[in-house]
């Protein structure tokens, strides 16, 4: 039973470039959530989608958006990308929109 | 606002010893407390978890014990072995409301000496 899957694993943008993450979800999960974990800190909530709508967000600028496709599968973009940007980007699905989450193995964003 | 606070941020345990991480919230609406082991490259994975209505969760070496009234709960690590080294986090979030989003402690540095 395959888990969290997110690719790509690491990326290398320039200063003000757009990204693209991608996430598919265990099996038998229909919400996905997106977290920012900067180095030596915990991870930090950037939104949560459940049937195709963001249903809540954390403290991010609309930079970050996101969208959940029928198949519960998830993008994350970010535009005009800064330096700070420059973290571990977690994935994690849940069963309904509960804290139970399974993460992925995350995708290393490095912004130069 | 920083919601759950988690200490210590490093511990060192000698094999065989107790492993105790500590965290504390603010919000009272929490309804859920997880903790999560995350290893180098890869995603944090659950390992237990507790609700409010229960003091203390065991499962296998790994204990939750939770106190309401101090807003306070912590992870002991029975008979702590060298692939428990790892970084623990202590999460709480509100799950009656729909709202799963978990607020996250900054980590705790496990490392387990042979």
């Known amino acids: 039973d395959a888990g969290v899957t997110q690719s790509p694993t690491h990326l290398i943008k320039t200063r003000g470039q757009q990204v693209t993450l991608r996430c598919s979800p265990k099996s038998g999960h229909d919400t996905v959530s997106w977290y920012q974990q900067a180095l030596g800190q915990g991870p930090q909530f950037i939104f949560q989608?459940?049937?195709?709508?963001?249903?809540q967000r954390g403290n991010f600028p609309d930079r970050f958006s996101g969208h959940q496709f029928p198949n519960y599968s998830s993008e994350l973009n970010v535009n005009a990308l800064l330096l700070g940007d420059s973290a571990l980007y977690l994935c994690?699905?849940?069963?309904?929109?509960?804290?139970?989450?399974?993460f992925g193995s995350g995708t290393r964003l490095t912004v130069v | 606002q920083q919601q759950v606070k988690q200490s210590p941020q490093s511990l060192i345990v000698q094999k065989g010893g107790i492993s105790i991480i500590n965290c504390a919230y603010e919000n009272t609406a929490f309804d859920y407390f997880p903790w999560y082991q995350q290893f180098p490259g890869k995603g944090p994975a659950l390992l237990i978890a507790i609700r409010p209505d229960v003091s203390e969760k065991k499962e296998g070496r790994f204990t939750i014990s939770f106190n309401k009234s101090a807003k306070q709960f912590s992870l002991h690590i029975m008979d702590s072995q060298p692939g428990d080294s790892a970084t623990y986090f202590c999460a709480a979030s509100i799950i009656n409301t729909n709202a799963g989003k978990s607020t996250f402690g900054d980590g705790t540095t496990l490392t387990v000496k042979p």
């Open positions: 994690a699905s849940s069963p309904g929109e509960q804290g139970r989450y399974t």
């Open positions: 989608y459940y049937e195709e709508e963001e249903r």
